[in-house]
């Protein structure tokens, strides 16, 4: 790896606990979402790359999990023998073309990750898919998904997807990561009502909107956008993790329904003062880095929230202080972690 400041690395740490952590491979599955990946680098495949016939790839017909990555396949062929698969990834490869994979009715897992797909076709009749990977392709509408209805998890993540669309069949979905794109609006969503984790990290987004009808959601990502005020999540009263780093917010506001949440991320902003948060006590996580906080007793705010780990503050003008680690220690005596560092008794 090449080395980075530990500024660097903890801009990172910082966006990669907002990201999903199931779509991709180790490497890329940190950095997704908030931008950290190169688009114009190879995520693992390397696109001058000759592809292979099927013919001279060994197919195994009782095998249930089937794993094809980075095998340099250009075409989907030849897999009607798979007709016992329940997960298939062709991850990493030179696929174009989602096609031929109408035999295998039985599959519940897809994993297409890194490939040149251009569009979402020909799934119909996978009709017993719980999960769906198609990140890092060339895809820019979400279409032709009415037939999965026992579809759990979506990703699609670094595609160039402009709207939130053609979802309203998809009921039973519990994970959407749309993370990478270039979507500009929250909507269409009111039909995701199992809806458990929202992942929009990286987009063009500009105002939180449109998520009154989801009620199960304890996930939302929305790291890396253009979001200036915190609104909109008067009915999401079983949110446990927020992640807005990285945006343009000037105010701690917003959140009185949302009590049960246990990690806020509010780094890389432009907040002035800690506040409004007095009634958040299952925080655990509290994330203000790279903001405008500078007064001591605004950490007055985290009083209340008894099981408080982990606090950051670094970048702030007050840690130019020279007591900056104590203060926070004798003012937050549960915090067990001050930015980075763990604290030693």
């Not at 297409?112 to 898919?129: G, P, T």
């Not at 998904?145 to 990703?155: A, G, I, N, S, Y």
């Not at 402009?162 to 794109?181: F, K, P, Q, R, V």
Request: charged residues 30%.
């Amino acid at each position: 790896m090449a080395s980075v400041s530990v500024g660097e690395l903890q801009e990172m740490e910082v966006d990669r606990r907002g990201e999903s952590e199931e779509s991709g491979d180790d490497e890329t599955r940190r950095k997704s979402i908030n931008g950290d990946v190169d688009p114009s680098q190879p995520t693992g495949t390397s696109k001058e790359e000759s592809p292979v016939d099927m013919d001279t790839i060994t197919l195994d017909p009782e095998e249930e999990d089937v794993d094809l990555v980075h095998c340099r396949i250009g075409k989907i062929e030849g897999l009607e023998v798979l007709h016992k698969a329940k997960t298939l990834s062709l991850r990493q490869n030179l696929i174009k073309k989602i096609e031929n994979l109408e035999s295998l009715s039985s599959l519940q897992e897809l994993d297409l990750y890194d490939n040149q797909i251009r569009k979402l076709e020909n799934l119909s009749n996978l009709k017993e898919l719980e999960l769906l990977d198609v990140s890092f392709n060339i895809l820019r509408k979400v279409e032709n998904l009415e037939e999965l209805t026992k579809l759990k998890k979506l990703f699609l993540v670094h595609n160039k997807v402009t709207a939130i669309s053609n979802l309203d069949h998809l009921t039973g979905l519990e994970m959407l990561e749309l993370g990478s794109n270039r979507i500009r609006v929250i909507e269409n969503l009111d039909a995701l009502s199992s809806l458990q984790s929202l992942f929009l990290g990286t987009n063009k987004i500009t105002k939180l909107q449109n998520l009154d009808s989801l009620h199960n959601l304890t996930v939302l990502s929305i790291q890396s956008n253009r979001i200036t005020k915190i609104e909109g999540l008067q009915n999401l009263v079983n949110l446990k993790e927020l992640y807005l780093s990285h945006n343009g917010v000037e105010v701690i506001e917003g959140l009185e329904n949302n009590k049960k949440l246990t990690t806020l991320d509010v780094a890389a902003n432009r907040v002035k003062k800690i506040e409004n948060v007095s009634h958040l006590t299952e925080l655990q996580e509290f994330w203000m880095n790279d903001n405008q906080i500078d007064n001591w007793s605004d950490l007055d705010e985290l009083k209340n929230a008894k099981s408080l780990e982990t606090v950051y503050l670094e970048r702030n003008p007050l840690q130019k202080d020279p007591q900056y680690r104590r203060k926070i220690m004798l003012a937050l005596p549960s915090v067990r972690q001050i930015d980075a560092t763990f604290i030693r008794f």
